[in-house]
């Protein structure tokens, strides 16, 4: 009996496929745009604070502004990691050809 090779059963490897995608093509990109969101609105939020103590501004007032403005950060960053992903799929692609 030696040789025989047992594979899973088909939907469980498409399972595995999707789940492989949808990690690659959305969450991996979602949690690092989440991570851009965070690092622009800190940078804001530290320049308010540093301009109330330097005396600029009267008050520490967080606008909506403030958070479209970081917005723009998880959505530059979202697109850098998916076009990166995108990129090294279609590269694994070629090669395996």
Request: charged share 15%; glycine share 6%; no cysteine.
């Given at each position: 009996?030696?040789?025989?090779?047992?594979?899973?059963?088909?939907?469980?490897?498409?399972?595995?496929?999707?789940?492989?995608?949808?990690?690659?093509?959305?969450?991996?990109?979602?949690?690092?745009?989440?991570?851009g969101?965070?690092?622009?609105?800190?940078?804001?939020?530290?320049?308010?604070?540093?301009t109330?103590?330097?005396?600029?501004?009267?008050?520490?007032?967080?606008?909506?502004?403030?958070?479209?403005?970081?917005?723009?950060?998880?959505?530059?960053?979202?697109?850098?990691?998916?076009?990166?992903?995108?990129?090294?799929?279609?590269?694994?692609?070629?090669?395996?050809?």
């Open positions: 009996m030696k040789g025989i090779i047992v594979s899973g059963s088909r939907s469980n490897i498409e399972n595995k496929r999707t789940l492989s995608i949808f990690n690659i093509f959305l969450l991996q990109p979602f949690k690092t745009g989440l991570y969101f965070a690092a622009f609105f800190t940078v804001l939020i530290l320049t308010r604070g540093i109330v103590l330097f005396g600029f501004m009267d008050s520490y007032v967080v606008n909506i502004d403030d958070v479209y403005f970081s917005l723009l950060g998880f959505v530059l960053v979202f697109l850098i990691k998916l076009l990166e992903n995108i990129k090294s799929s279609k590269n694994k692609k070629l090669s395996s050809l």
